[in-house]
C-alpha cells in the first residue's frame, strides 16, 4: 500500500499541491498520524482553491467569483478578519468542488469524513467525556489515500467540460488515431462518473451514427469514436461492453445500410459482439443476403466487396456462417475484389488459389497486387506455396508488373526475417534459368535485391 501512495503521490496533479501530499505521507510513515490526516486536509483544501482558481483563469465566470472571494480574505493578511474570512471559505470548499464537478457526491462525503477527522485531530477536546481523540494508522493512511484518488491526482477538469474536449478532439480537422493520447487525456485521469459518460457517448455516437452538429459526416464521426472506444476498451472493456449493449435497442431500428456499416465498423471487437443474439445475427445474414450479385463479366462494386471482406473476420465467420458460403459463390475476379477490400490471413490460401488460376497476363497483374496486400499475414510456408504457384503459372510469372511486384513482395514479407531469403534467391534463379540471363522476366530487380539484402541466388527448388 506504501509503495501505491507513493505512486499515487508522483501522480499529484499540482505541483504546488504535492509537498503537501508528501508531507502527509512522511508524517504517516514516521508515526504522526495526527499530522498526517492534517496535512491530508491541508492538501484537499490547497487543491481545491487551485483548481478553482485554474477554472477561473480559464474564463469560468462562477470560478472568478470564488477566486475573487480568496483574494480578498488574502488581502487581510493574518489579521483576525482575515482569518475568519478564510475560514468561511474553507467550509464550503467541498461544495464548491462539487458544484465545480471537481468530485462527486460519494467523493463529497469522502472529503467530508477526511475534514471532520481532521477537526477532531486540532482539537481534541471535541471528543465527548474530554477524552483524547487517538486515530488509528490505517485511518490516516486510507484518508491520504482517498484524497488522492478522489481529487489530488486529477487535473482540474470538470465533466461536462471534459466531455466537451473529447468531443472537440473527434471532430478536429487533424485528427489522428492515437489510442495513447486518448486514453491518457479522456480516461486516465478522469473520475469514473465522467470515464463512464465518456464511454457511453463514444458508443452511441459509434453505434448509431448521431449527427454532431454537422461538424462531420456522421458516418465519419462514427468511425472516429469506434476508434476511441478500442482505445478506452483497453482500460475498462467491460464498461464497453455494457454501453454498447445499452444502444441495443435503437440499434435494431436503424435502416439496413446504416447496421452494415456499424457490423463493418465494430466487426473486429469482441465487446460488439457480446451484444449481438440470434435475432440480430440473423438480422445481418439477411440484409448479406439482400446484396445484389454483379453479372459474372461485371467488377464486384467496392461497397459489396467491403462488406463481404467480413468473411476474413474470425468473429463475423463465426456468427455468421452464410459469408462464407456467399464467399464460396463468387467468380474468382469477385473473389479477389474482396480479399483486396480487407486483407486478412483468411485469404492467404485463396491467393495461392488464385495464383495457380490466373488465365491472363491481365490477371496475373492482379493477383501480383492481391499477393503483395497479403504479406503481412505470410508465413514461411505460405510464401514458398505463393512463389512456387507464381513460378508454375506462366501467365503470372511473364505478366508486366510482376517482376516489380516481386521486388515489393520481398520487402514486404521482412517480418519473415533471414529465412525468406533462400525461398526468394531459389524462386529468381529458376526465373533466370527459363528466360536467360539478364531479360525482363528473368526478374532482374529481383536479383539486385537480394543481393543487396545479402542473398544469393540459388537453383535448389524450393
Not at 509537498?19 to 508524517?27: D, F
Request: charged share 20%; with cysteine.
Amino acid at each position: 500500500m506504501i509503495a501505491d501512495l507513493e505512486t499515487l503521490i508522483s501522480q499529484v496533479w499540482s505541483p504546488d499541491i504535492r509537498p503537501l501530499a508528501e508531507e502527509a505521507w512522511r508524517c504517516y510513515t514516521a508515526g504522526a498520524i495526527r499530522p498526517s490526516i492534517a496535512a491530508t486536509w491541508s492538501a484537499v483544501s490547497a487543491d481545491i482553491i487551485v483548481k478553482l482558481t485554474r477554472l477561473a483563469d480559464e474564463g469560468d465566470k462562477q470560478a472568478a467569483s470564488f477566486r475573487a472571494k480568496v483574494a480578498a480574505a488574502q488581502a487581510h493578511g493574518l489579521t483576525p478578519a482575515g482569518v475568519k474570512a478564510m475560514q468561511q471559505i474553507e467550509a464550503e470548499l467541498i461544495n464548491n468542488a462539487v458544484e465545480f464537478e471537481l468530485i462527486d457526491s460519494i467523493g463529497k462525503r469522502e472529503l467530508e469524513r477526511i475534514r471532520e477527522d481532521r477537526h477532531l485531530c486540532a482539537h481534541p477536546s471535541l471528543r465527548a467525556g474530554g477524552e483524547v481523540y487517538v486515530p488509528r494508522p490505517e485511518v490516516a493512511r486510507g484518508h491520504l489515500a482517498i484524497a488522492l484518488t478522489t481529487l489530488l491526482v486529477h487535473p482540474p477538469t470538470q465533466g461536462t467540460r471534459l466531455i466537451e474536449e473529447f468531443t472537440n478532439h473527434i471532430c478536429d480537422p487533424f485528427f489522428t488515431p492515437t489510442l495513447r493520447h486518448i486514453q491518457a487525456t479522456f480516461y486516465d485521469r478522469a473520475r469514473d462518473a465522467t470515464r463512464r459518460n465518456v464511454i457511453k457517448l463514444a458508443a452511441k455516437a459509434a453505434m448509431l451514427e448521431l449527427d454532431p452538429d454537422g461538424r462531420l459526416p456522421p458516418a465519419e464521426h462514427a468511425n472516429r469514436m469506434a476508434l476511441a472506444l478500442r482505445a478506452f476498451a483497453e482500460r475498462a472493456r467491460d464498461a464497453v461492453r455494457d454501453a454498447i449493449a445499452s444502444t441495443r435497442e435503437k440499434f435494431t431500428l436503424l435502416d439496413g445500410g446504416t447496421q452494415l456499416r456499424v457490423l463493418m465498423r465494430m466487426a473486429e471487437d469482441d465487446y460488439f459482439w457480446a451484444s449481438v443474439d440470434q435475432a440480430l445475427a440473423s438480422r445481418f445474414e439477411s440484409l448479406i443476403t439482400g446484396l445484389p450479385n454483379p453479372a459474372p463479366g461485371d467488377p464486384m462494386p467496392s461497397e459489396i466487396a467491403a462488406i463481404l471482406a467480413l468473411v476474413g473476420n474470425s468473429y463475423a465467420r463465426t456468427r455468421l456462417p452464410l459469408l462464407e458460403t456467399r464467399y464460396a459463390s463468387l467468380l474468382t475476379h469477385q473473389q479477389m475484389a474482396v480479399a483486396m477490400a480487407q486483407p486478412s490471413e483468411y485469404f492467404v490460401p485463396s491467393v495461392v488459389t488464385f495464383l495457380q488460376g490466373a488465365g491472363s497476363w491481365r490477371m496475373g497483374d492482379q493477383v501480383g497486387q492481391v499477393v503483395v496486400q497479403h504479406a503481412p499475414f505470410l508465413t514461411l510456408d505460405t510464401l514458398k506455396a505463393v512463389l512456387t504457384a507464381w513460378y508454375d503459372n506462366e501467365e503470372c510469372r511473364r505478366a508486366v508488373t510482376m517482376p516489380s511486384q516481386a521486388v515489393q513482395l520481398f520487402h514486404d514479407t521482412a517480418h519473415l526475417g533471414t529465412a525468406r531469403g533462400p525461398a526468394f534467391a531459389d524462386f529468381a534463379a529458376k526465373c533466370e534459368a527459363s528466360e536467360g540471363e539478364g531479360e525482363y522476366y528473368s526478374y532482374p530487380g529481383l536479383h539486385t535485391a537480394l543481393r543487396d539484402a545479402g542473398f544469393g541466388a540459388s537453383t535448389a527448388p524450393f
